[in-house]
């Protein structure tokens, strides 16, 4: 995005330019599609398929930015990643709280959703009651990329350029705060709500962690145990 914002950018450009971002976001939901439609029609291991596609992704992009910061971004989008609405509510917060609200609705309140509840429950009852669930996992897959794309929007926004390694270790602090959050690794448990406490949960654990100076290293190790602990928990209770 930074970096096809940068002409834009370099000509005086202060607005929302919405070319770049729609395009990041459209990559992301057919990445999304891909991977989805791997793993559902070749029915092989979901977190094999997404680790080997994000290291093909994280490579390509090292390639193109030769793994250096690059590009800008315009002033409606260093104000959007920074500044917050009325001095109070951070911009990012309020761009998260309308996708909350989008995905509960899509969640609870759309047969979409109480398909794919069903599916995460049990995918074989659900496609003998002539539920889509090749479908339905495929577009799931789709929207998780979709809003991945979202995010990168958001860090490039923060950051005020393209950094290739921006995103590093975010990926396990999200699989760690959905977990934490009780979102059964198995599928057909979890909510929107229970995940946003898991994010809040690990925030504050991590700003504890920065504060007391523990290890940055040492962050990792528990952050994976609380993985670890979490799954084995839900394991038990199962």
């Known amino acids: 995005m930074a970096r096809m914002s940068e002409p834009y950018v ?5 607005g929302i330019y919405l070319g770049p971002v729609l395009l990041v976001m459209l990559v992301g939901f057919i990445i999304g ?6 793993i559902v029609c070749r029915g092989v291991e979901a977190f094999i398929i997404t680790l ?10 090292y390639i193109y930015t030769n793994g250096a910061p690059g590009g800008s971004v ?21 761009l998260y709280a309308v ?6 609705v899509l969640l609870h309140k759309t047969v979409f959703g109480r398909h794919i509840y069903a599916i995460g429950s049990n995918s074989e009852a659900a496609r003998l009651s002539g539920v889509k669930v090749k479908f339905h996992k495929i577009m799931a897959y789709g929207l998780c990329g979709l809003t991945a794309s979202i995010a990168g929007v958001m860090l490039a926004a923060r950051v005020r350029v393209g ?23 198995a599928g057909g448990r979890g909510s929107l709500i229970c995940t946003l ?7 504050v654990m991590n700003n ?24 084995l928990i839900q394991k038990k209770n199962k």
């Open 33 to 38: 599609l891909i991977n989805g439609s791997i």
């Open 74 to 94: 315009s002033k409606f989008w260093s104000n959007f990643g920074s500044k917050s609405l009325g001095g109070i509510i951070p911009y990012a917060v309020v």
């Open 99 to 104: 996708l909350m609200i989008i995905f509960m």
């Open 10 to 14: 370099q000509a005086g450009g202060t």
């Open 52 to 61: 080997g596609t994000g290291q093909v992704l994280r490579g390509l992009n």
């Open 163 to 185: 950094e290739p390694n921006g995103s590093t270790g975010y990926d396990m602090d999200a699989i760690a705060a959905v977990v934490f959050g009780g979102t059964s690794m």
């Open 197 to 203: 406490a898991g994010v809040l949960i690990m925030a």
């Open 208 to 231: 504890i962690l920065n504060l007391l100076g523990v290890n940055p290293y040492l962050q990792i190790v528990i952050k994976g145990l609380i993985i670890l602990v979490a799954v």
